[in-house]
């Protein structure tokens, strides 16, 4: 089992930054992804970003080139630096932590961009 622990959420106003991170702990493996997804009040929860064991990145569309996602495999923690927010970025973000078929998600922290 893995756990996942997420911190780093707040309120924010549009254009300033934010900076999330997630630990992970328990029966972890080196070659997992890690990825963060968020979900809106009454919308599904979507990719925002992941990272492979290697450092390889994938973004979605809405936050390229505002947000970056890295990770300390030393520190079993993945980071997601939140630049440029807007409004639309308001949502509770998830650290999802996958290796082969087994996935693991933490509790969630809440951003939220308002002036």
């Known amino acids: 089992q893995v756990q996942l622990v997420e911190s780093g959420g707040g309120l924010v106003q549009p254009g300033g930054s934010l900076r999330l991170s997630c630990v992970a702990s328990?029966?972890?493996?080196?070659?997992?992804?890690m990825g963060w997804y968020r979900q809106a009040p009454g919308k599904q929860r979507d990719l925002v970003a992941y990272?492979?064991?290697?450092?390889?990145?994938n973004y979605a569309d809405s936050v390229k080139g505002r947000f970056t996602i890295s990770r300390d495999n030393a520190k079993n923690t993945v980071y997601l630096q939140m630049n440029s927010l807007k409004p639309e970025d308001t949502a509770v973000y998830y650290c999802?932590?996958?290796?082969?078929?087994?996935?693991?998600w933490g509790q969630g922290t809440q951003v939220t961009v308002s002036s």
């Open positions: 990272i492979t064991p290697g450092g390889s990145t």
């Open positions: 328990g029966s972890i493996f080196s070659f997992n992804v």
């Open positions: 999802k932590y996958s290796r082969k078929a087994y996935d693991a």
